[in-house]
């Protein structure tokens, strides 16, 4: 063969073909990496794919400069899942490329590791006498002084001798610091200066790593879920796929881990997908108590060394037989696959959203499944996907019998469901009976628990102060230059933040429009909810979980497992807490407004409300005994709402259903989201128009829009949306020809040229 086909880390969809100097005919093979030269200046690592001898006619051909492997680095079967994904989801299979191996093997001349910055006490200051001496020299210098004290508390000294201290303090990221102290670096950089702090540079996800677990008998199954352990393996026969609907606590998690055994047993390996590094530590404890290092972790969080030593490893003669992991573990090697779990399977975070590939985790695992064995006598890898609150897609699909449906309506030892009380906030407001967010009841509810000794959660899913500043006055709220939207308010930090592009500001003191001093927060973020209940239950032990209290690994598995040892009774958070999380000790749940899941303008918002309500309450009375939920609204009478109350997943499946189906959505038909981006408004307008009068003469009425999407600038790019509504059954590989045809098309235009156009396939 004397010309190779390579993919290459550019967003293009086509391969691109090089000759293979003689020299290098021996070791040049499927899969192998090879550097080469692109344009005029540039090198890419790059994949070979196709090994042949069509000296392409249009261009000259280049040569191989290097093979960078002695054996290939991919397998045939993450192909056909790359070229699926690339396909299907309208995305250049360089974009899959590059989102699907780790970036430590794709650099050009080597990488450098993510690191982490991270703060310690200097030996000198490592004692009470001097570390006595420290603080007084800090009196002059409160902010010094306040984000000193900050670290000692962050490090555990206040609560230990120095002595234990030095064997076993925390270890603290300077973003960790920042976030606890609201400092920022400059504060931080001048007690580097006084020599009282120093900072070290670790690499991301280095820290951490479990030694050698301690392994556990697996536990026996009950009668019931020996039942749908058995249902599951009888459906495996018939079909490919099988929905494990269970409730919250039915112990969906021990089946796995029983069907995980069973293919180890017959030498088969299994991937375990979850959809959020949050769980994962929780996942990854209980599975590594049974499985110990025939488990492996791959995710997002993890340093690209750890990627890159996983992936290897699964090439290896010795390879994990088990994988952990969030979405992009689908793109891992396996050799011998035989099951992959998808655990909260109607999880958002498992569709990738930016950049491209814009993939959805589970359908590319069904996909993998699918596609993993070509030789039609190894039976294909079998698809569990568990829950207790199914996606509508997937329901339907387990309905109308394209998956096998399994389904346990029982906690395990036949504890109840939470009870979930609403409150009529609204009614509450008029007669002014409310305490800031919070609703006597909850007030008290949460109180009695943890003086009997329990824990409590309280759920808003909005992070920073307040979701937005306001002036008293005449209403003016401040809005980021890069976007459309209005700021959040992170009292913390002292500043206004972008939750888009990241942007921050600082706070006016008076009103740009009117002059009036009095600008307050709207709303309430789960900071100011954490600040609110401090005051009113001040012996509670609190911690929060956000995005902003969890930047780094550590700080989650800290505040879970601070959380599940006692350390702390009240975890206040986001969606971050609704999922999966098994605490035995919570019997109150607060959620503190239902009403923002409700008022969205979505499809989806009602699904998305009954999953959120549902997840949250699972959280409460797991171990022993029956939990509480407290259910705050504006909306008690809305349907959801009381649905979710009674646990009725019929009802409310059938009422989406007949919605969906009248108003045309999925699963009643595709959506294909199609984004044009322009630094221009008045560009990007004109295009899209162009754009959707060239798709309707293909598509007609199925073209929707242009529209301004609710968010219509984001980092100085505006953005036009259109809508195409396609029905079940439809050619897709075609409509995909004719999109990229008319995207093709309008491209060649000159006032295009720097057009953005990228597609969503089943957005969510
Ligand atoms: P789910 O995944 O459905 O939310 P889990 O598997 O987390 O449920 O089970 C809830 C709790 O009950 C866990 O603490 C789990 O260890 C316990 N549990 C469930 N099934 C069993 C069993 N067969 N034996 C012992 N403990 C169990
Ligand atoms: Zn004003
Ligand atoms: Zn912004």
Redesign the pocket.
Known sequence: MSYADIILPVPLNSLFTYAIPTDMAESVAFGKRVLVSFGPKNHYVGIIVRLHDNKPTTYKVKPIEQVLDDTPLLLESQLRLWQWIADYYMSPIGDVYKGALPAGLKAEDGYKPRTETYIRLTLPYQNEPTLHVALNMLARAPRQQEAFISYLTLSGWDNISSEEWRNDCAEITREELMNASGTDSSTINQLVKRGLLETYEVEVGRLNLNTEPHLENI????DI?QEAYNQILFSFMKKDVTLLH?????????IYIHLIMRELEQHRQVLFLMPEIALTVQMMERLQRVFGNRLGIYHSKYSDAERVEIWQKQLSGNPYDVILGARSAVFLPFQHLGLIIVDEEHETSYKQQDPAPRYHARSAAIMLAKLYNTDASTPAPKVLLGT?TPCMETYHNAKTGKYGLVE?TQ??EGIELPEIQIVDTKDLQHRKMMNGPFSPLLLARVREALERGEQAILFQNRRGWAPMLECKQCGWVPRCQHCDVSLTLHKSMNQLTCHYCGYTYQIPTECPACGCKQLQGRGYGTEKIEDQIRDILPEARISRMDLDTTRTRNAYERIISDFSSGRTNLLIGTQMISK?L?F?NVSVVGIISADGMLNQPDFRAYEHAYMMIAQVS?RAG??GKRGLVILQTKNPDVSVIQQVVHNDFKTFYNDMKSERSAFNYPPYCHLIYVYMKHKKDDVVETASRELGARLRQWFGSRVLGPDKPTVSRVKTLSIRKLVLKLENGIDMPRVRQYLALAQEQMLQDKRYASLQVYYDVDPL
């Open positions: 536990k026996p199954l009950s879920q269970g409730v919250t606590s039915s112990g969906k998690t021990e207790a346990l906690r395990y999966g098994d035995g699972g797991r171990k």
